[in-house]
């Protein structure tokens, strides 16, 4: 265990949970460092063929930890957000996701760079950047159009509302739709079928897959990033967050 990272092998899939049920499995930039970590580790290690990231039976991850977040914002590109993003773009080896509760923010853009995807019927997704004041992230602004279609994008990220998983598959961001308790039995046996595969050919036609889009994410992830930290620093985002902390609804009628 790695701060409130869960860390464990099972013959070649390793898996990352997100294990901090206090808080709805939010994200710090130490949890953001040690998922980083473990992937970028995982590259390197021939023992390790699949990784497979989830959360629990009733929260995959809530995003961001807001409260660290609004105390302590990024500053540069080599945060540990940024680190983390980097890392599943980077990643050479499958992806595999295991999805339960809700997946806010960067708990459904990250969902775009994995190669199979399995979600609790009951799952919420969510991506309220633009609700908070700010941008979307992970190439999303890419990704989610090509996925599942402009108008669609458009839905989920300029109004920022929750959509469930049954919309998520018929999309295409979401393989199969299963209930809570069989979601991560079912990840974990795919993940470990598809460690079965040969695994240079996985990874030849896993880079084949994304051939297409490669240099385009790349660059948008750090177009992205550079616009989000652009954001943090302004007037609607600071309204945003501290809406959040004293729990009322955010006004942005003064702002252009």
Known sequence: MQGEIRISREQAVLCLRVHRPGRRNALTNELYGALADAILGAQDDPAVRVL?????????TAGNDLGEFAAGPPADTDAPVFRFLSALVACEKPLVAAV???????????????DLVYAAQDARFQLPFVSLGLCPEAASSLLLPRLAGHARASEWLLLGEPFGAAAAQAAGLVNEVLPAGEVLPRALARAQQLARQPP?????????????????VERTLGIEAQAFLGRLASPEAAEA????????????????
């Open 52 to 60: 497979l990231i989830t959360g629990g039976e009733d929260c995959f």
């Open 200 to 216: 240079a050919a996985v990874r030849l036609t896993r880079q084949l897959l994304k051939a297409a889009d490669r240099a385009a």
């Open 241 to 256: 967050f501290a809406a959040f902390a004293e729990k009322r609804a955010p006004d942005f009628s003064r702002f252009d």
């Open 100 to 114: 339960c509760g809700v997946a806010v923010g960067i708990g459904t853009t990250l969902l775009c760079h994995c």
